[in-house]
């Protein structure tokens, strides 16, 4: 990591002296353990501020849409997946982009390591590798990285960038098909255990947005919750079924462009689960469309394309 | 006075006869505060709730009050949640934050009757933080972790026991109701030695901030220092301090409620005027605001900072935003997040 | 018991009238429903209210009838989104909701023994009505010097309140200049913006104020006429619309710097704002 890190400090720099670059989005070390900030460097001394980490647990793409002039961008294989998808809509322009690529095998999960700890608080953290050693105030404990990392990290088969400019790092070896075993298992359940459990999930939820702002594709001018002429959905989060009708629409919306990131669950203060709904879309997407988003330049957007021959299987009723 | 712990539970279950008992519940990886039907529900002394204790005097969603327009007239119903409530188990940061929310919600022209009835009728029992959070600041904020103001009782930590310290006359009231046993030399030794070790470890300089805040509105600074906010609600819904709000009619013709709902200044939408233009056109304007009206604002029309240094908006910034680093930007002095 | 600023008056919407030939703007007369209600709503030129329209939710409007028109308020609105829309379709007889006053108002003390200029620019116009209806009343005419109103909008058809306009331009109380935009069919009155006919027109900064009440573009350009006639930042006055819900300082958006609009406002005097951030 440190290495990589020092890496992308180098080639920051290097875009930024030779000025083919205004601008480099990556991450600097964050103000907390196992935290990476987004940060913008527009000099080269600025460059020396960005580092590579476990924590860099933003999709950075949601900062590179519509930016004037040349842009750098460190990013990791989600990363690259929804600038793939942005370039498509439009939002980004791949010409004026330039993607310095990292392999990644996974960010760490700080709810995780919360539930670990059973609420004590780390303070500092030593990356060994395979293993992290958690200290706090009168204990260390050293965890497996595997048992730490995002749900979203785990099932990803695109760790390795689909698109670069630059590679920093090596290529990690190809994943297997991933099996959507929790997907299938919530869609086996009954609708009223459905319902009790989006009903349970739900009421946490205090619409404070962060998963749709945190989400590099939506992007929405004015999106359908804020609309008050329509007022399409109730505005109180005291309402559970408005809450759930907002993540519904907002998953509806970003089917065959969601390029499961995860950065809509890892915003969510209330710890919600939002991959669920987000990976029901995905799975959706990939078993009618045999599509997923992101994944190459050249496919074309799923739900953003029209074919004759579209099997359309939820207009035939059975 | 003194109570053990082990009779917490005891205590709460006597206090929940005659009071609405708020306190401290489980949920999933955090607190939340809810009402209590058993004292055993109740965990006290973990670290601060998720949802400050704002949300119990100006819930997130309220009813101002119904109303009903017929050929007989037009009826308002306003309810008054004039329960007796005691908020047992508030950290000492959340319940300043209710002093600094006294001034907005009784101002020097309006009172807003649903949260003054509701602070009125609500005994405030704190207890003082042992070990204070690394993201804790709020010895720089005017306070520390055994501030008592907007507390009616306080209870220090002695390890087996909690040592309750009367400060109003309202705690001294349900202490006495409660049969709260007298504190012996030794439990009050323990008591000021508990407070003598907890640290805040985290300290910001707030030294000539509010100087440099009244002069530089206009400075660049403000260009990069939002440059990675999302511009969501996280930080606001979550912080003891804020307190802005969206009145919504919730109807069907005639016959519905007012509602009000939290809102956010972080929302562009919060003032896009009628006629579509918007004075805070983007995030740098609307960040710009967050941190002016905390450190700025409220010391001018209030002479208090509007903040208490809890940190939950350091801990639940989707990017990392962390506020002591803003205002260190903003000073443009050294680090001390010496964490 | 405390009272309740966020309940609304009931009060009987006894006129809507389309006051602009746009459509776009009508004038609602509203009735207090008892005497005691009347009471309950004493308010000053400047001042506003917030109207609600039970189903559809309140918004903020000035008040454009003065305190001497006794047993009405009147306001006039602009249909731009949910509550003005409703109230556009309102019928007459139906009831609305008022809740106020609220806001400060123009300092009319102040303005004793000397000249007052009015300059209002558009639909802006409401509380200038207000406040110039206040000051002609025969009771309180005597109180202050030459009254000057410079009233424009974009075309003929965009006036407001033309009956009383009538009424005033025939007036020896009131000096009064209305003009548009561009040359108009059957417009035989001034042309040209309001920067321009207020430096043409030049009414004297000697012992006067001057308020300003339009669009932001208009005041922009006519802040430096007023400066040059010599209208000094604290004889300068303006109202403020900023988005506004709860009018009553708790709600946090109408904010500009520290003060809040709605409870310290709307009314400042440029000298006022000058110390304030141009958020508005
Ligand atoms: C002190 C004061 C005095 C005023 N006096 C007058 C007056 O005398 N006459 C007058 O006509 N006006 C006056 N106004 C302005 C008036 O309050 C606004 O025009 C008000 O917004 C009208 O409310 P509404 O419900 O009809 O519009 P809203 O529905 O609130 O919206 C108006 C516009 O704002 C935008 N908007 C608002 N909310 C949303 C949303 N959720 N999503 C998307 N867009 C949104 C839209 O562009 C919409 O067209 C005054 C304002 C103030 C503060
Ligand atoms: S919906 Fe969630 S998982 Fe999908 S692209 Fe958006 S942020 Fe990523
Ligand atoms: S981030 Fe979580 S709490 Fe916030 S609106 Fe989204 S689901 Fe709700
Ligand atoms: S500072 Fe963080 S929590 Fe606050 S609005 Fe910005 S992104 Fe959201
Ligand atoms: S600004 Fe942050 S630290 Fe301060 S009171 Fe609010 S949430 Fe707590
Ligand atoms: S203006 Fe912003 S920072 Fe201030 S109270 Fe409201 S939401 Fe909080
Ligand atoms: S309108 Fe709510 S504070 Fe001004």
Redesign the interface.
């Known amino acids: 990591m440190q290495a990589i890190a020092a890496q992308v400090k180098e080639a920051a720099k290097k875009l930024l002296e030779d000025k083919k670059v205004d601008l480099v989005v990556g991450f600097a070390e964050g103000s907390l353990p196992l935290r990476g900030t987004p940060f913008f460097a527009r000099t080269p001394e600025e460059a020396n501020q960005l580092t590579w980490n476990r924590g860099c647990e933003n999709n950075l793409a949601n900062f590179l849409r519509k930016r004037e002039g040349k842009v750098a961008v460190v990013a990791k294989g989600c990363d690259v997946r929804s600038i793939v998808a942005l370039t498509k809509e439009n939002q980004i322009d791949r010409d004026n982009l330039y993607i310095i690529g990292v392999p990644c095998d996974g960010m760490v999960d700080r709810k995780k390591v919360g539930k670990l700890l059973g609420g004590k608080e780390v303070l500092e953290v030593v990356d060994q590798g395979d293993t992290i050693v958690l200290k706090g105030n009168g204990f260390a404990e050293t965890a497996k990285l595997a048992d730490l990392l995002h749900n979203s990290c785990i099932d990803c088969r695109y760790g390795n960038p689909v698109v670069y400019d630059e590679l920093i790092g090596t290529l990690m070896p190809e994943k297997a098909e991933e099996d959507f075993a929790e997907i299938k298992a919530f869609e086996a359940k009954t609708t009223a255990e459905r319902r009790a459990f989006m009903t349970e999930e739900f009421s946490k939820c205090i619409r404070c947005y962060a998963c749709r702002n945190a989400c590099p594709m939506c992007y929405c001018t004015e999106c359908f919750v804020d609309c008050s002429q329509p007022e399409w959905i109730g505005k109180s989060a005291a309402n559970v079924q408005d809450n759930i009708l907002f993540q519904a629409v907002r998953v509806f919306h970003s089917a065959g462009r969601c390029a499961d990131c995860g950065a809509c669950e890892r915003a969510c203060p209330m710890g919600i689960n939002l991959r669920l709904l987000t990976r029901k879309l995905v799975k959706d997407v990939k078993v009618l469309f045999n599509a997923e988003a992101g994944v190459s330049m050249d496919d074309k957007a799923a739900m953003a394309t029209f074919a004759a021959d579209d099997p359309e299987p939820f207009l035939v009723k059975e | 006075m003194i109570v053990s712990k082990k009779d917490i539970p005891n205590l709460l279950d006597k206090m929940i006869a005659e009071y609405e008992v708020i306190a401290p519940v489980k949920?999933?990886?955090?607190t939340v505060f809810k009402p209590v039907a058993s004292g055993t529900d109740a965990v006290v002394g973990?670290?601060n709730t998720?949802?400050p204790a704002k949300e119990l005097f100006f819930?997130?969603?309220e009813k101002?009050?119904s109303?009903s327009?017929t050929e007989e007239?037009?009826k308002?119903e306003?309810p008054m949640d004039d329960k007796k409530k005691v908020l047992f188990g508030v950290r000492p940061c959340d319940a300043r934050s209710l002093k600094l929310l006294d001034n907005?919600?009784d101002?020097?022209?309006?009172?807003?009757?649903y949260y003054?009835t509701r602070r009125e009728n609500t005994v405030m029992v704190g207890i003082g933080c042992n070990?204070p959070?690394?993201?804790c600041f709020c010895t720089s904020v005017n306070s520390g972790p055994f501030d008592t103001s907007g507390l009616d009782l306080l209870l220090v930590d002695t390890g087996d026991a909690y040592v309750v310290e009367l400060i109003t006359e309202k705690g001294k009231a349900l202490a006495d109701q409660a049969g709260l046993t007298a504190a012996s030399d030794a439990d009050k030794t323990a008591a000021a030695a508990a407070k003598e070790a907890a640290v805040v470890t985290c300290q910001v300089n707030t030294d000539g901030l509010k100087a440099k805040l009244d002069v530089n509105?206009y400075d660049p600074i403000w260009e990069?220092i939002h440059?990675?906010c999302?511009?969501?609600?996280?930080c606001t819904?979550?912080c003891p301090t804020c307190?802005?709000?969206?009145?919504?009619?919730?109807?069907?013709?005639?016959?519905?409620c007012?509602?009000?709902?939290?809102?956010?200044?972080a929302?562009p939408?919060?003032?896009?005027?009628?006629?579509g233009?918007n004075?805070?056109t983007s995030n740098k304007?609307r960040y710009r605001?967050r941190i002016?009206?905390k450190f700025?604002?409220?010391v001018?029309?209030f002479n208090e900072i509007g903040c208490v240094g809890c940190g939950r908006c350091?801990?639940?910034c989707?990017?990392?935003?962390?506020i002591?680093?803003v205002l260190e930007n903003i000073r443009g002095s050294e680090a001390r997040?010496d964490? | 018991m405390m009272k309740n600023p966020y309940l609304p008056l009931p009060m009987k919407l006894v006129k809507n009238f389309t006051e602009t030939e746009d459509k776009l703007i009508h004038t609602f007369t509203l009735q207090f429903l008892s005497e005691e209600d009347e009471k309950s709503f004493p308010y000053m030129p400047g001042q506003f209210a917030e109207l609600c329209v039970f189903g559809k939710g309140e918004a903020p409007f000035g008040i454009a009838s003065s305190p001497t028109e006794p047993g009405f308020l009147k306001f006039s609105v602009a249909k731009v989104g949910t509550v003005s829309t409703a109230l556009h379709m309102m019928e007459e007889g139906s009831i609305v909701g008022v809740r106020g006053p609220l806001g400060n108002y123009y300092p009319v003390d102040q303005f004793k023994g000397k000249n007052v200029v009015i300059i209002g620019g558009g639909f802006a116009f409401t509380t200038l009505r207000s406040l110039a209806t206040y000051m002609m009343h025969p009771d309180r005419r005597g109180d202050f010097g030459k009254i000057t109103v410079i009233y424009g909008a974009r075309n003929p058809g965009l006036l407001l309140y033309k009956d009383e306009l009538a009424a005033w331009e025939a007036s020896p109380d009131i000096d009064l200049i209305t003009t548009v935009d561009r040359e108009a069919e059957g417009w035989n009155g001034r042309v040209g913006f309001i920067p321009a006919v207020t430096g043409e027109v030049a009414p004297s900064a000697e012992n006067a104020h001057a308020i300003i009440c339009g669009p932001p573009v208009m005041i922009k350009f006519t802040m430096p006429v007023l400066e040059k006639l010599g209208f000094t930042p604290e004889t300068t006055i303006m109202s403020l619309e900023n988005r506004m819900k709860c009018g009553i300082g708790m709600c946090g958006r109408c904010n500009v710097g520290g003060k809040y609009v709605c409870k310290d406002g709307p009314i400042f005097t440029r000298a006022q704002l000058n110390e304030l951030p141009n958020e508005y």
Request: charged fraction near 25%; aromatic fraction near 14%; proline fraction near 4%.
């Open positions: 949920k999933d990886n955090f973990e670290g998720k949802l819930p997130q969603s101002l009050f109303y327009v007239g037009t308002l306003a907005v919600f101002n020097d022209k309006f009172q807003d009757p003054l070990s959070a690394s993201t509105f990069r440059e990675k999302l511009g969501c609600g996280a819904y979550l307190h802005c709000f969206d009145i919504v009619d919730d109807a069907v013709d005639c016959t519905g007012r509602v009000r709902n939290w809102d956010s200044c929302f939408l919060f003032t896009l005027h009628g006629s233009h004075p805070r304007e605001n002016m009206h700025k604002y409220f001018d029309n350091i801990k639940n989707p990017v990392n935003m962390d002591r680093v997040l964490s």
